[in-house]
């Protein structure tokens, strides 16, 4: 038969490997440009959970973790009953009022 | 059980998720599953009593891991508004949002594309009205990223920037600009009020943007959609999506470019009348429009105008 035929992933598979993401090699991907500041420092360089899921990713349980930023915002993961990723995105400095 | 099939005569994927026919369909505002769980209530997709922006995996994905992704986006709490209606914060937080999921699935290695997109009115087959978006990441590079490929090779550079500057040039289609983002009607626009948001900068992603560019790009797409509902007085239905360069290596005779832009098909093409893709769109692959792009732009031009206006 012709074309390639993929099955549904079983349960129990584990979560697929991560690849660092590089920017692209456009010209303004490595000059965003001047009039604004680059940003935050987590965008350059993410931390540890952006290479390596880490290992509540590997087996999730129902707490949040929290300390992971993206920009302005604060993200917290959980997992819901049924094992699927829950991701909540909140402004910082509303989490800190 | 999902399926890819490969259509020789299209030289295209099919998904085939046929568990999404059993999907939740326009269910009462009190049994939303995007809305908050509130106390008393039936546990929902967010057990929490309120949250910002939210993000799940799709109950009914159309791909999932190790095969792709199917992710939902939940712009706020409020069951009710839209995208136009957010407060501007909210908008450009959801910016922020859409870039770390376009870093995050874009770094696995079984998502080759990440598609950003909104399904607005049950015209387009929206089946939950509560302010949302998806994200699918592709196992595969889909045919309309490729295509766009295609066109950098084919307009030796990146065609988004050409054509952005061949709109500048004219204006007579670009109906909103900022500092750092444009809308206009495309030359060859399918739909009669299609429009295209695009970074003057070359952006290949979210990921190259500063936060001023997605400020700005959060107020531009707020614009749009609040002009849309301008022109026939009433909220209007679209398919927004948003371009980016794929996250896995293109193949070896394509460019690796992209140039980051947001693309808008609104289904109507007068108040009432839908646009059907009939014969010609489905058959040969051409769109026939009854309305002209130019004509279009002068017309959300003045419906920017008066959704601008104070209430």
């Given at each position: 038969m012709a074309g390639n035929r993929t099955d549904r992933p079983q349960p129990g598979h584990s979560p697929p490997a991560r690849r660092q993401l590089e920017p692209a090699p456009g010209r303004e991907e490595q000059d965003p440009g001047p009039e604004e500041p680059a940003p935050g420092p987590e965008e350059q360089d993410p931390g540890p959970e952006e290479q390596d899921p880490g290992p509540e990713e590997q087996d999730p349980g129902p707490e949040e973790q929290r300390g992971e930023h993206c920009g302005p915002l604060a993200i917290a993961r959980r997992r819901k009953g049924d094992g699927r990723a829950l991701i909540l995105y909140t402004r910082e400095e509303r989490r800190r009022t | 059980v999902s399926e890819l099939r490969f259509n020789e005569l299209r030289a295209e994927q099919v998904a085939?998720?046929?568990?999404?026919?059993?999907?939740?369909?326009?269910?009462?505002?009190?049994?939303?599953?995007?809305?908050?769980?509130?106390?008393?209530?039936?546990?929902?997709?967010?057990?929490?009593?309120?949250f910002e922006i939210a993000v799940f995996d799709n109950l009914f994905p159309a791909f999932e891991s190790p095969l792709g992704a199917a992710e939902v986006v939940v712009y706020t709490d409020s069951h009710e508004g839209s995208l136009g209606s957010l407060p501007a914060e909210r908008a450009e937080a959801l910016m922020w949002v859409w870039r770390h999921r376009y870093r995050e699935l874009g770094a696995r290695e079984d998502v080759h594309y990440v598609l950003i997109f909104e399904n607005r009115g049950v015209e387009v087959g929206v089946t939950l009205h509560h302010p949302h978006g998806q994200i699918y990441g592709y196992p595969f590079l889909p045919p309309v990223p490729q295509l766009e490929l295609t066109a950098d090779q084919r307009l030796h550079g990146c065609a988004s920037c050409a054509?952005?500057?061949?709109?500048?040039?004219?204006r007579r289609r670009v109906i909103y600009e900022n500092e750092h983002v444009v809308a206009y009607v495309p030359y060859a626009a399918r739909w009669a009020y299609e429009v295209h948001v695009v970074l003057r900068e070359h952006r290949p992603s979210l990921l190259a943007c500063h936060a001023g560019e997605l400020e700005l790009l959060a107020a531009c797409l707020q614009s749009i959609v609040r002009a849309y509902d301008a022109l026939f007085d009433r909220p209007f239905p679209y398919v927004m999506v948003v371009h980016q360069q794929p996250t896995?290596?293109?193949?070896?005779?394509?460019?690796?470019?992209?140039?980051?832009?947001?693309?808008?098909y609104p289904p109507l093409r007068t108040s009432e009348k839908l646009k059907y893709l009939?014969?010609?769109e489905q058959g040969a692959g051409t769109f026939i429009s009854d309305t002209l792009p130019e004509r279009s732009a002068t017309a959300l031009r003045e419906a920017l105008a008066r959704a601008a206006e104070p209430a």
């Open positions: - | 085939y998720a046929i568990h999404r026919q059993e999907r939740t369909f326009l269910p009462a505002a009190a049994r939303c599953p995007l809305c908050p769980t509130r106390p008393g209530g039936p546990e929902t997709e967010i057990p929490l009593d309120h054509l952005l500057h061949e709109e500048l040039a004219s896995a290596p293109t193949p070896s005779e394509l460019p690796p470019s992209g140039h980051l832009h947001v693309e808008f009939a014969g010609s």
